[in-house]
């Protein structure tokens, strides 16, 4: 059971930090990654992070704007975002494959249909 919070309403150039908590069962041997949907629009990835923590990856339209990491302790995973546009108002979710991909083919995995677990979406709303 995965919950993502921390969304709510922010200013054009503000900031927000996503949390994406498991409430039953540990995410510490999971890749863990943020997809995000927009209305009207397909749900798309967003950022990834690997179990250990030692790769990320970003999706090219928010690249630099992002920072993905977690507290394996505290079975969190968080996403903060910053220099919001309107064009990022989306709910975002979190998302896990199972099993877990290999480093090899890692990138490739993180779609929408490669992911086995989802958690409740948490809007994000970025006015102009």
């Known amino acids: 059971q995965l919950q993502a919070s921390g969304g709510g309403l922010v200013q054009a150039g503000g900031s927000l930090r996503l949390s994406c908590a498991a409430s039953?069962?540990?995410?510490?041997?999971?890749?863990m990654g943020w997809f995000r949907q927009a209305p009207g629009k397909e749900r798309e990835f967003v950022a990834a992070?690997?179990?250990?923590?030692?790769?990320?990856y970003y999706t090219e339209a928010m690249k630099g704007r992002l920072t993905i990491s977690r507290e394996n302790s505290k079975n969190r995973v968080h996403l903060q975002m910053n220099n919001l546009n309107p064009e990022d108002t989306a709910v975002y979710y979190c998302?896990?494959?199972?099993?877990?991909?290999?480093?090899?083919?890692?990138?490739?995995?993180?779609?929408?249909?490669?992911?086995?677990?989802w958690g409740k979406g948490t809007l994000v709303t970025v006015s102009s």
């Open positions: 998302a896990a494959p199972d099993p877990r991909p290999i480093l090899s083919s890692w990138r490739r995995v993180w779609s929408p249909h490669g992911m086995k677990y």
């Open positions: 992070i690997r179990y250990n923590s030692a790769n990320t």
């Open positions: 039953a069962g540990t995410i510490s041997n999971y890749d």
